[in-house]
């Protein structure tokens, strides 16, 4: 499967945006999908994913409240809606998939995913 991601931008302090990940060549809903990032200097960070149905979601602790990941199987796309944005929010964010629909703790884990995105650059500004 190939990933596509897209949505990301330059916004102040406090605002949103919402990043999709559209997936071509493949069925979607086979993959749990999940969302990384990475800023300058640092190590990328777990953000959310998704298991294959979307019915459960998984979320890093320097996100939970502020971002919520759902998906769209009939369209293969995944999203993540960004609100309450911060400046330690700016990174690259990339979408992966992972072909097992794993549990919480491996899709925690960049190194179990299976396709990667291209990533999209967040820039948060204060």
């Known amino acids: 499967v190939q990933l596509q991601a897209s949505g990301g931008g330059l916004v102040q302090v406090g605002g949103s945006l919402r990043l999709s990940c559209a997936a071509s060549a493949g069925t979607f809903s086979n993959y749990a999908v999940g969302w990384f990032r990475q800023a300058p200097g640092k190590e990328r960070e777990f953000v959310a994913a998704s298991r294959r149905s979307g019915g459960m979601t998984y979320y890093g602790d320097s996100v939970k409240g502020r971002f919520t990941i759902s998906r769209d199987n009939a369209k293969n796309t995944v999203y993540l809606q960004m609100n309450s944005l911060k400046p330690e929010d700016t990174a690259i964010y990339y979408c992966?998939?992972?072909?097992?629909?794993?549990?919480?703790?491996?899709?925690?884990?960049?190194?179990?995913?299976?396709?990667w995105g291209q990533g999209t650059q967040v820039t948060v500004s204060s």
């Open positions: 992966a998939a992972n072909a097992g629909n794993s549990i919480m703790s491996t899709l925690m884990i960049g190194d179990k995913y299976d396709y």
